[in-house]
């Protein structure tokens, strides 16, 4: 053996001065050449603060969403939180229905929200009518057009909406007149018995090549788009066909502009214009680019996390932690005496060695993440006692202290192993569990604290023992026998 421990000596020096340096708060990072990888702690809504939102399907009960449908959902969802600008956000599938969505570090949430859930439907409809006055009074209203499920029509509710008449406009390639003006929008649909008008689309937003936020020479944002070739032939032909009418711009059902066609447009780029903040025009443009959901969703829970309660939450966290790991030691310590404070090197080794995994992996430190990590060192510790007791069975039997050493670890590896199998299996399970139906905090609960237990392994068998033989050789335990706590 004690040729084994030396020669794990070296690699567990370098692991030492290699994890001390990750765990610096201050370290550079990874730069080799063209690869740059940044090294810091990832911290969940609960920690640093954040929006928590769970979305379900809004559709009746007895109609069936497939899992193609909520992974399509799932997928524009995740490129619209990423288009926001949203760091480590979590998108995940929660059971059959719903989709659990975390945002830390949001600063709007009704924006995201509104953002996350929004349909994004783009139809470049026929409103039907060569009557300014009639188009002008669809202008922000609600309509129903042939293309999907109809929707009752009903008048605009928000009147701060920056899609009101005179806030927005669509223009072609300098081609088309917005009928934007002061009157008010009225609709006479769905009053009484009279059924709503149903509107023609020419097409809708997937032929959208692109859509982005681009400003013009007075800075005024707006959001530019380009139509693919199959979109640019439809809307040369129809415009070709209709000069002198209007074509409405619609933007889930609702008419955000109806501007008059002057003459064919064939190139298939335009613009959407009006009274956007630069927040409002990139929110609308995610829409756009990122297309439409393949099923309507709402909110069925929404919990914002304010980052002062993060914080705290944080800094309470650590000194949890902190006194968690000194209890331990102490008592490492106090009842084992001197392989009690070599096992406690080996400790600080193993949170050390753990805390750098958390920031290379990287994991979402979240509070059940780190209930999971203090966990876990109870976990390290269980191992070196096995050893200890099996050690001090072997020298109260006049064993050798080097023999007693080995033969500790040898006759306590099976209980080990059993024992950390067996919370490896359990981790497997609530980790599946957390995956499948949305719980986040099963999910960071049982990966922080798997990754401990397999830290606290390689601890317990490899550096403790290298430490023990490396103090204990050579030393009479009849001597000194009080410092084992024989």
């Given amino acids: 053996m004690r040729a084994n421990y030396r ?15 990750v765990v610096l708060p201050t370290n ?6 063209t690869f740059h990888r940044s090294i810091r702690v990832v911290r969940g809504l609960d920690l640093q ?23 399509t959902a799932r997928s524009i969802i995740e490129n619209r939180v990423n288009g926001l600008g949203v760091s480590e956000p979590l998108i995940q599938i929660a059971g059959n229905r719903r989709i659990l969505v975390e945002l830390p570090g949001v600063g709007d949430p009704e924006q995201a ?36 499920e109809a929707q009752a029509s009903e008048p605009a509710t928000n009147p701060e909406s920056s899609t ?11 081609t088309v007149q917005s009928t934007t003006g002061s009157a008010t929008p009225t609709s006479e649909a769905g009053l009484g018995a009279t059924p709503p008008t149903v509107y023609h689309t020419v097409m809708t937003g997937a032929v959208l090549k692109t859509a982005g936020v681009n400003t013009d020479q007075t800075g005024v944002p707006y959001v530019a788009f380009d139509l693919t070739s199959e979109g640019s032939a439809l809307f040369g032909d129809y415009t070709t066909a209709h000069v002198g ?21 064939t190139t298939g780029t335009g613009s959407i214009t009006g009274t956007f903040t630069v927040a409002e025009a990139n929110a609308l443009a995610v829409q756009l680019r990122y297309g439409a959901l393949p099923i309507p969703l709402r909110v069925v829970e929404s919990k914002s996390v304010g980052p002062t309660l993060g914080q705290d939450s944080l800094r309470k966290s650590t000194i949890a932690g902190i006194v968690g790991l000194a209890v331990v030691i102490l008592f490492m310590a106090l009842y084992y005496r001197l392989p009690g404070l070599v096992a406690d090197l080996a400790l600080l080794v193993y949170a050390l060695t753990t805390f750098a995994l958390f920031k290379l992996i990287p994991v979402t430190l979240t509070l059940p993440g780190i209930a999971g990590f203090v966990l876990s060192i109870g976990v390290a510790v269980d191992a070196n006692i096995l050893i200890f007791e099996r050690m001090k069975e072997e020298l109260r039997s006049r064993r050798p202290l080097v023999q007693a050493i080995d033969l500790g670890f040898a006759r306590a590896w099976p209980s080990i192993r059993d024992s950390n199998l067996s919370t490896l299996i359990t981790c497997l399970i ?27 392994l390689f601890t317990a068998i490899t550096v403790t023992r290298a430490f023990l033989h490396l103090v204990l050789d ?11 706590g024989v």
């Fill in 49 to 71: 603060g954040g929006l928590r939102v769970l979305l379900e399907a809004d559709v009746p009960a007895a109609q069936e969403v497939t899992g193609e449908q909520l992974s």
């Fill in 113 to 148: 929200v509104s953002a996350i859930k929004e349909t994004g439907l783009l139809e470049f409809v026929d409103p039907g009518t060569t009557n300014q006055a009639e188009v002008i009074a669809l202008e922000g209203q609600v309509i129903t057009t042939d293309f999907g």
């Fill in 474 to 484: 050579g030393l009479g335990v009849g001597e000194h026998s009080r410092w084992f």
């Fill in 245 to 265: 009418e209007f074509l409405a711009i619609v933007l889930d059902k609702r008419v955000i502009s109806a501007p008059r066609i002057q003459e064919p447009i």
């Fill in 7 to 21: 020669r794990w000596l070296i690699p567990i020096v370098i692991l030492i001065a290699g994890v001390v340096w």
């Fill in 430 to 456: 609530l980790y599946w569990f957390g995956s499948t139906f949305g719980a986040s905090i099963v999910k960071g609960f049982a990966l922080t604290l798997a990754i401990g237990v397999g830290v606290s």
């Fill in 28 to 33: 550079p990072g990874i730069n080799i050449g």
């Fill in 164 to 174: 009101t008449p005179e806030a927005v406009q669509l223009t072609v390639e300098g």
